[in-house]
Each structure stands twice: as C-alpha cells, then as structure tokens.
C-alpha cells in the first residue's frame, strides 16, 4: 500500500516536473519569438536611416570616420527614444500621431534635399557652407524626419505590453549599425560620383520623404 501510494506520488511529481519544464520550454520559445520580431521591426525601422546616410556619405565633403559616428549616434538615439516617448503616450494619442507623421517627415526631408540641390546649382560646396558640413541641426532634422514612424511603433509597444527598454535598445543598436554600414557605402559611392554627388544625394532624400508619404497615403500602410 505504501509502495503504490509513493508511486503515486512519484507518478503527479514527474507530472508537474513535465509541466513544468514545458511551461519553461515554451516561455523561451516566446522569448526568442519576441527577440526575432523586435529585430525584424527594428531592421525595417532603419531602413530610412540607412538610405539617408548613403546620401549623406555620397554628398557631403570630407566625410570620415567621426561623422558617420556622429550621424549613427543620432540615428540610432533617436530611433531608441521615439519608441520610448510612443511608449509612454499610449494609444490615446495614436491616431493624431498617425494623421499627420508622414506629412512631417516629407516635409523636412524635402526641404533638406532641396536646399542640398539648390545649394549645390550655386556652388554652396566651394563657399563651405549650408548641407556640406553635416551639421547637427541637419542631423537633428534628419534623424526626426526617419523615426517618426518608430514613434508609432512605440505605440503599438504599448498595446502590446512589449518591454520597450529591450525594444527600444534593440531598435537603437540595429539603427546605428546599419547607419554605419550606410555611411560606408555613401562615401565610397561619393568618390565616384564627385561633383554630382550633392544632387544625387538631394534627390535621393526627396525620394525617401516621397516614399514615406505614398506609403502612408495611397498605399494605407499607416
């Protein structure tokens, strides 16, 4: 009687052990899952950023290895704080936000990319001044104008009880990398390009501000 009875217990102690390695089994599989769709969204994020730090590095003179530091530092910072503050708002202030961030993005950079080809038609580059230095009000401008749509996602963060400081480090940390990497490119292509580089580089941010309007607008993607 005693041996059945200890086998009994036995029998519901591997039985909650099972359940128990399971439960542990499948919260790490969630875990994992969440990491794995917070680094695809962070990578989709960054592709803006990545775009304009191509045209920076094509267009902008003497471009080295401290700039595209400090033009990933603000990429990367604000693509970590958008989430956070879109966090922090909630979902009361989604659809104002969603109303009007696509406008504001194409609108700074269209005005970045004509001032940069306009600048560049009256030999703005030989006088030193304007786009050409990289400075950081461009920079600040630049990095609001691509992480607009991370204040969204914020948002969405907050819906879903996402842990945003994991996220929003994540998003950060993808953010600068890929800047780097754009920038890398952006100077190479610079080099070739020379003379044409500002226009092509002025067009090429008109195009992202375009890009991020259709798709907000005719598409429906905000």
């Known amino acids: 009687m005693a041996s059945l009875c200890h ?3 036995s029998k519901r102690l591997w039985e909650r052990n099972r359940t128990g390695l399971y439960a542990l089994e499948k ?10 769709a917070i680094l695809l969204i962070a990578v989709s994020l960054a592709m803006d950023a ?10 902008v003179r003497s471009f080295g290895k401290r700039d595209a530091i400090r033009q990933a530092a603000f990429f990367g910072g604000f693509q970590f704080i958008m989430p956070v503050i879109g966090w922090f708002l909630g979902s009361s202030v989604k659809a104002y936000i969603e109303a ?11 005005i970045i990319g004509v001032n940069m080809i306009w600048g560049s038609l009256k030999g703005a580059e030989e006088e030193n001044n304007g ?3 990289l400075t950081n009000k461009v920079l600040l401008i630049q990095a609001v104008a691509t992480s607009i749509d ?18 929003g480090v994540i998003i950060g940390i993808v953010s600068f990398v890929i800047s780097c990497i754009g920038a890398w490119a ?6 070739k390009l020379q ?12 195009l992202i501000g375009a890009k991020i309007l259709i798709e907000h607008t005719l598409l429906g993607a905000g």
């Open 27 to 36: 919260g790490l599989e969630e875990k994992v899952l969440g990491i794995s």
């Open 50 to 59: 990545f775009a304009v730090s191509i045209s920076n590095g094509v267009s």
């Open 186 to 191: 952006g100077k190479y292509l610079g080099e």
């Open 7 to 9: 086998m009994e217990q």
């Open 195 to 206: 003379t044409k580089a500002e226009i092509i580089g002025g067009i090429v941010l008109i």
């Open 100 to 110: 009007v961030d696509h406008w504001v993005a194409f609108i700074l950079l269209l």
């Open 150 to 167: 991370a204040l969204a996602v914020g948002i969405s963060f907050a819906i879903l009880e996402v842990d945003i400081l994991q996220a």
């Open 131 to 133: 786009y050409c230095s």
